[in-house]
């Protein structure tokens, strides 16, 4: 069993829907989580940080923690189309552990 | 602007052939880290250095070196005993073990 599971997708969504990704992981220990967005061909960018279980939100996003299920969420809220990207989850116990990744495709 | 930039973009390599990719940080982390990413698979570390002068081996460091003369440089070298070297290769660098990490806009190697 790997230690972040994450849905690979793709996800195919029509502009202004709310999108959520989701991640499970198996190791307890973990206590901070990220998401970051990938676009094609270039490098991950930070998204959402975040240490403690409940909601986290900026702007259009809000990152969900709920450490007692181990499951981690990203909502995206009013979707645009520049929002087509690889969503990454991570985590750190000591060393960062990453999702494989869920490919977002937002439609016009 | 602080960042991670990485060079060269594209990257061909010949059989037999070592090639070197660079990443270079202005940052002041003293963390940096390799990361190969293949479609569908994830990201897959292969080296990390948490302090200059010293690198650990990664899940997949077989047919890769590292060097860390430097705070701010972390080159990787794709030896020719690396089979299947086509990916995309990722550097990353942190401040703290707590803290997340910050990419580069990567190096896409392939074979000629």
């Known amino acids: 069993q790997k230690e972040v599971e994450q849905d690979p997708g793709p996800l195919s969504v029509p502009e202004g829907a709310i999108v959520s990704l989701n991640c499970t992981y198996s190791?307890?220990?973990?206590?901070?989580f990220m998401w970051y967005r990938q676009y094609s061909r270039k490098g991950p960018e930070l998204l959402m940080y975040?240490?403690?279980?409940g909601n986290k939100e900026d702007g259009r996003f809000t990152a969900q923690v709920d450490k007692s299920s181990k499951y981690i969420s990203l909502f995206i809220r009013d979707s645009q189309p520049s929002d087509s990207a690889t969503y990454l989850c991570?985590?750190?116990?000591?060393?960062?552990?990453f999702g494989a990744g869920t490919r977002l495709t937002v439609k016009p | 602007d602080g960042g991670i930039t990485q060079s060269p973009k594209y990257l061909f390599r010949k059989e037999g052939q070592n090639v070197t990719l660079s990443c270079e940080q202005n940052?002041?982390?003293?963390?940096m880290y390799w990361y190969r990413q293949d479609p569908g698979q994830g990201l897959r570390l292969i080296y990390y250095?948490?302090?200059?002068?010293?690198?650990q081996k990664g899940d997949i460091a077989e047919g890769y070196s590292v060097s860390r003369e430097k705070k701010e440089s972390f080159p990787l070298t794709v030896t020719s005993a690396q089979k299947n070297p086509t990916a995309f290769y990722l550097c990353?660098?942190?401040?703290?073990?707590?803290?997340?990490?910050?990419f580069g806009d990567g190096t896409r190697l392939s074979i000629l």
């Open positions: 250095s948490q302090i200059v002068n010293d690198f």
């Open positions: 190791n307890s220990a973990f206590q901070y």
């Open positions: 990353a660098s942190r401040s703290t073990l707590n803290q997340p990490q910050h």
């Open positions: 991570a985590m750190i116990v000591n060393d960062m552990r």
């Open positions: 975040t240490y403690s279980s």
């Open positions: 940052l002041n982390h003293d963390a």
